[in-house]
């Protein structure tokens, strides 16, 4: 899994007039992921006022997140990326109990 912070400034933001293709675009990406890209949007969240979307994703390949994250989203957001595990599956790792 992979937890994807995605930040625009409010010039790019896409709940603009000017940029209504591209928000429409994000929620039919977010809406096919699974079928077309081999990944599945766990869960997704935007905080409005800072311009920041925060998705969960799990994807069996790094490939299949980067389709995700194409054009032209990395055109207006910058990116963290970050793998992700549950605790408990980091507990087991560890072989806590």
């Not at 930040?7 to 992921?33: F, M, Q, V, Y």
């Not at 699974?34 to 006022?49: C, D, H, I, R």
Request: hydrophobic share 35%; proline share 6%; with cysteine.
């Amino acid at each position: 899994m992979f937890h994807v912070q995605l930040t625009h400034s409010p010039e790019n933001c896409w709940a603009r007039d000017e940029h209504e293709g591209k928000a429409s675009e994000l929620i039919t990406r977010l809406t096919d992921a699974p079928e077309s890209l081999g990944v599945t949007v766990q869960s997704s969240f935007v905080a409005p006022n800072e311009h920041t979307f925060y998705l969960l994703i799990e994807s069996d390949t790094f490939e299949g997140l980067t389709s995700l994250l194409g054009p032209p989203l990395l055109h207006d957001h910058t990116a963290d990326v970050v793998p992700v595990t549950t605790f408990s599956e980091a507990l087991d790792t560890l072989e806590v109990e």
